[in-house]
């Protein structure tokens, strides 16, 4: 590849949620009936030219995370479905999002969508990692970067992070 293709395209939905460090967008190559592989490894190529250090795959299947390997960009897989999997999966996502994000880690968070799971997955982690302080707060960054409401599913997440951080102050 040479030109502008050698730079990839930009994946469908790319947002940073903090600049430089930690951005979302939908799965490289789309989802269901509009996944392309071409487009699939140009996104890819996209992420990889852009030095993320890593891509987190929030999928419950390890579907084609083997790309991610043929074009030398390292992976995790942290699969998350949502409020239903409960505060403790909630936090160990959070905790693995902090880590990678520490000392300057550069990553991108994807799901199948970019839909209410991640951004709601977004607020709590601006909210646990204390980068906001109250919910509303969280979910209306949210709102605004990704330019669009939250709705149930999301608040569900956040609501689960707030009643965690609550429990923890009132032990305190």
Request: net charge negative; aromatic share 6%.
């Amino acid at each position: 590849m040479r030109g502008k293709w050698a730079q990839g395209i930009v994946p469908r939905g790319f947002c940073w949620i903090i600049k430089d460090h930690l951005a979302v967008c939908e799965r490289p190559g789309g989802c269901g009936v509009s996944h392309r592989k071409v487009r699939r490894q140009e996104e890819i190529i996209w992420i990889r030219e852009n030095d993320f250090d890593v891509v987190v795959s929030l999928l419950s299947s390890e579907h084609n995370l083997h790309n991610y390997d043929d074009l030398v960009v390292r992976w995790a897989h942290e699969p998350f479905g949502g409020a239903e999997e409960g505060i403790g999966r909630l936090l160990q996502v959070i905790n693995r999002l902090a880590t990678l994000t520490a000392n300057g880690g550069r990553i991108l968070v994807h799901r199948e969508e970019l839909n209410e799971t991640v951004c709601g997955l977004m607020a709590a982690y601006l909210l646990a990692t204390k980068l906001m302080t109250t919910g509303p707060h969280a979910i209306g960054v949210i709102e605004q970067i990704m330019e669009r409401p939250l709705g149930t599913p999301g608040r569900r997440i956040v609501d689960l992070i707030v009643q965690h951080l609550d429990e923890n102050q009132d032990a305190e």
